[in-house]
T-cell receptor
Framework: DVKVTQSSRYLVKRTGEKVFLECVQD?????MFWYRQDPGLGLRLIYF???????EKGDIPEGYSVSREKKERFSLILESASTNQTSMYLC??????????????FGDGTRLSIL | GDSVTQMEGPVTLSEEAFLTINCTYT??????LFWYVQYPGEGLQLLLK?????DKGSNKGFEATYRKETTSFHLEKGSVQVSDSAVYFC??????????FGTGTRLLVSP
């Protein structure tokens, strides 16, 4: 079974802090994704990556950056946290090869509160 | 752009009732369609998928049929259980393997 592990289930930070959210997958997946989940808005894509050192902006990249130095790890960075970034953050990964339209596999999420 | 519309919840049912959660989509081409489920305190799990028109995805008693003519992918289950209480997300796969999600529908099943 694919395992996507997010480093923290709950995190509380202060406005202006630099925040790192870590995600690790154990199935050698090429693609990794970061979403935020908010009530009434569903999941919205922040950034994604197709390969090591590759990154692409999603629908709501403002205020965020990412890092992918190793294939298994994808980090989301809040450069200067603000209260409107309080949310649930979900990481996902998927294969590129094999059959088309490979499903994404999700971690359990990090609930981040910015005070 | 691509989009997914789901019925608003919560959907409240008694155990053993029939479930339908509506999902329609707008997309160029013929995307693959997915239902994901999120149990309380957990991430999303893939429930079922369909990759082309008239395909039926099924898993754990849930079914959904890819209807190209109505651009729909409604989720159904003949007899729900309390353990099915969760949030259900419909999604389509757009370009570059990106998923576009609906807003989610919360299902509450009472004994």
């Amino acid at each position: 079974d694919v395992k996507v592990t997010q480093s923290s289930r709950y995190l509380v930070k202060r406005t202006g802090e630099k925040v790192f959210l870590e995600c690790v997958q154990d199935m050698d997946h090429e693609n990794m994704f970061w979403y935020r989940q908010d009530p009434g808005l569903g999941l919205r894509l922040i950034y994604f990556s197709y390969d090591v050192k590759m990154k692409e902006k999603g629908d709501i990249p403002e205020g965020y950056s990412v890092s992918r130095e190793k294939k298994e790890r994808f980090s989301l960075i809040l450069e200067s946290a603000s209260t409107n970034q309080t949310s649930m953050y979900l990481c996902a990964s998927s294969l590129t090869g094999g059959s088309p339209n490979q499903p994404q596999h999700f971690g359990d999420g990090t609930r981040l509160s910015i005070l | 752009g691509d989009s997914v519309t789901q019925m608003e919840g919560p959907v409240t049912l008694s155990e053993e009732a029939f479930l339908t959660i509506n999902c329609t989509y707008t997309a160029t081409g013929y995307p693959s369609l997915f239902w994901y489920v999120q149990y309380p305190g957990e991430g999303l799990q893939l429930l079922l998928k369909a990759t082309k028109a008239d395909d039926k995805g099924s898993n754990k008693g849930f079914e959904a049929t890819y209807r190209k003519e109505t651009t729909s992918f409604h989720l159904e289950k003949g007899s729900v259980q309390v353990s099915d209480s969760a949030v259900y997300f419909c999604a389509l796969m757009g370009g570059f393997q990106k998923l576009v999600f609906g807003t989610g529908t919360r299902l509450l099943v009472s004994p």
